[in-house]
């Protein structure tokens, strides 16, 4: 896990610091080592590094590039809010400027976590607040924001810019005025998937009439309705935004009237798209896309009319990006769409468009690096995705690089066309909705059709499983996923065998995120010597038992080892997140989990 021992040479972008064993060996020498360059010229060429991959390593050379590095860092990434202090964060980096912090396992995205398990950001502001007087942008995922957090930031940071929340919850709308009303440079607002509560739309009330500096606003996912006047005037002030998102309360006519003062746009979130039109008013909201010239990102469209959807054609030809994730759209409104859409590199559907859809997407989108397929409640609407879609569009993509995909059936076999068409794949995540299915036309294990996927992208970097398994497919993995980063598995596995020969062959792996499946104690400890470098660890409803999280725990004290037992009775637990921390113990652990 990124995040152990704390001494002068821990890099923090992601919290990737160095074992004890490591420094002691090939540290010492670099302690003593004078800078190759001057002073002035290393700070120089530090402004053209900003992969945080990159400036940790740059802060690995030497005592001094150490020292430099730390002092010229303006943007830090923290991958486990959990693995580092904010006081140790602001002790290492002076001079921050943007913060991004992520806080509870991706797994609460599915409910998997308790709503109040933790990841509260409020000492982390606080201790900006005293160390950063001049921050300017936060990136907070999966935090517990307070209403309290926002006003202090809205109090402490006089030249805030950029606020951006994802999967965040605890906060309200008054919080949101109080960014709105206290920020007065703010360039960026984005709200994505929170849970706000006490909503209201006077949060864009709270701009000053004076602000002008916003380039980007997204509450795409609130769900009140919003001060629509309030909303205009900022969108008609505001001529250099680029990108607004929209929530579904924004009606047809309302957003003609917006997009009549922002024909800068670049990336548009409709609101609904579900409104009986006049004639003229049809024209006049068709003519309002068509001077929409530097648009090349569209979503939105939370309720969709089939005869409204025309008006969106003339900027079809330059977009990149068309999410369509919230709407269900048959395959005949798809098809007809996407033939306007020849540039598209990334699109997102839900699986209402079925197969067909997915033809039409294969014929035209020859660019096309991202795809995600979501599925819907069926209620009727159509009998989803399966393999005949998948081949398709790997006959038709060959550059896809990214795949979400979520289908009702999948054979080996088109597994197998997809790896050999698409060989660029870096993360292919499939989902098939029933567990524990099996290659629907031969009845056999789904191993040989995840075995080619790793054998032939050999840049894979991130996995998700699902289908019938044998431990063969998990040795394909750790055989060939020499590279691979992440890995999901959820209804999967036949045995600890399995996962064994991740945890031996993987020697890449950063986040390895497990649900219902029978990994068991064998499993968990065969990977003692990994989780130390790993950033984390979690594991659902599996066959891990207290015993064996303890033994682990006892022997790696560096690693925080928590557990989640729903009964006490039960040898078995009900989850366990494992990761590596210089803090050790949190402090803020509710009562359900125990820190062993």
């Known amino acids: 896990m990124k995040g152990t021992s704390v001494d002068r040479y821990e890099a923090k972008g992601d919290v990737k610091l160095i074992s004890v064993p490591f420094r002691q060996k090939h540290m010492k020498e670099s302690e003593e080592m004078p800078s190759p360059l001057p002073d002035d010229v290393l700070e120089h060429a530090l402004k053209f590094v900003t992969s945080h991959k990159d400036r940790n390593a740059v802060s690995l050379v030497c005592k001094a590039w150490h020292k430099m590095e730390a002092y ?43 709503r109040d398990w933790g990841a509260h950001v409020l000492p982390w502001i606080t201790a900006f607040a005293n160390a950063y007087p001049f921050l300017e942008e936060l990136r907070l995922k999966r935090m517990i924001v307070s209403d309290e957090s926002l006003l202090l930031i809205g109090h402490s940071f006089p030249l805030f810019k950029s606020l951006v929340l994802t999967s965040c919850d605890g906060f309200s709308s008054l919080g949101l005025a109080m960014i709105t009303g206290n920020c007065k440079h703010l360039t960026h607002l984005d709200l994505t998937e929170n849970t706000v509560v006490h909503e209201s739309g006077s949060w864009l009330s709270g701009f000053p009439e004076t602000c002008s500096s916003l380039v980007s606003l997204n509450f795409e996912n609130l769900q009140s ?144 690096r991202d795809l995600r397929v979501y599925p819907i409640n069926r209620g009727g609407q159509g009998q989803g995705v399966s393999e005949k879609g998948l081949m398709s569009i790997s006959e038709g993509c060959p550059n896809l690089s990214s795949i979400l995909y979520f289908c009702v059936q999948m054979t080996n076999a088109a597994m197998v066309v997809m790896a050999k068409n698409c060989p660029r794949l870096v993360s292919f995540r499939l989902c098939i909705l029933e567990p524990y299915k099996q290659d629907h036309t031969t009845g056999e294990p789904m191993d040989d059709g995840f075995g080619a996927i790793l054998k032939h992208c050999k840049d894979l970097r991130r996995l998700a499983l699902s289908g019938l398994l044998t431990d063969k497919a998990f040795e394909y993995i750790g055989m060939y996923g020499k590279r691979l980063e992440r890995l999901s598995v959820a209804f999967a596995g036949e045995s600890d065998i399995g996962l064994q020969h991740v945890l031996r062959g993987c020697t890449n792996m950063r986040k390895l ?44 004290p560096r690693l925080n080892v928590e557990v989640i037992r729903k009964n ?29």
């Open 72 to 114: 010229c860092r303006q943007c830090v990434f923290i991958g486990n809010c959990y693995a580092v202090s904010p006081e140790r964060l602001v002790e290492r980096f002076p001079n921050i400027r943007c913060v991004i912090l992520k806080g509870k396992p991706r797994f609460a995205d599915f409910d998997l976590v308790p």
């Open 513 to 556: 995120e497990i649900r219902d499946s029978p990994f068991g104690d064998m499993a968990l400890l065969s990977g003692v010597h990994r989780y130390e470098s790993m950033r984390s660890l979690w594991m659902s409803s599996c066959s891990v038992t207290l015993q064996g999280c303890t033994w682990l725990a006892r022997q790696k």
């Open 225 to 368: 309705e919003v001060n629509f006047e309030a909303l205009e005037k900022l969108v008609s002030r505001c001529s250099a935004m680029r990108i607004l998102k929209l929530n579904r309360s924004v009606s047809l006519s309302q957003l003609q009237s917006l997009l009549l003062n922002a024909v800068q746009l670049t990336e548009l979130g409709t609101g609904s798209f579900f409104q009986e039109l006049t004639s003229e008013e049809h024209v006049r909201l068709q003519s309002s896309f068509s001077n929409l010239k530097e648009l090349q990102s569209l979503s939105g469209f939370w309720e969709v009319s089939a005869t409204q959807l025309p008006v969106i054609y003339p900027v079809c030809s330059n977009l990149l990006s068309l999410n369509l994730s919230y709407s269900p759209i048959s395959d005949l409104e798809l098809s007809e769409l996407v033939s306007h859409c020849h540039r598209l590199q990334r699109l997102w559907l839900m699986d209402s468009v079925e197969d067909k859809g997915l033809f039409a997407v294969a014929s035209v989108c020859k660019d096309l």
């Open 568 to 596: 006490e009775r039960d040898s078995l637990i009900e989850s366990l997140y494992v990761y590596r921390s210089v803090l050790g113990p949190r402090k803020d652990t509710p009562p359900f989990v125990v820190t062993l």
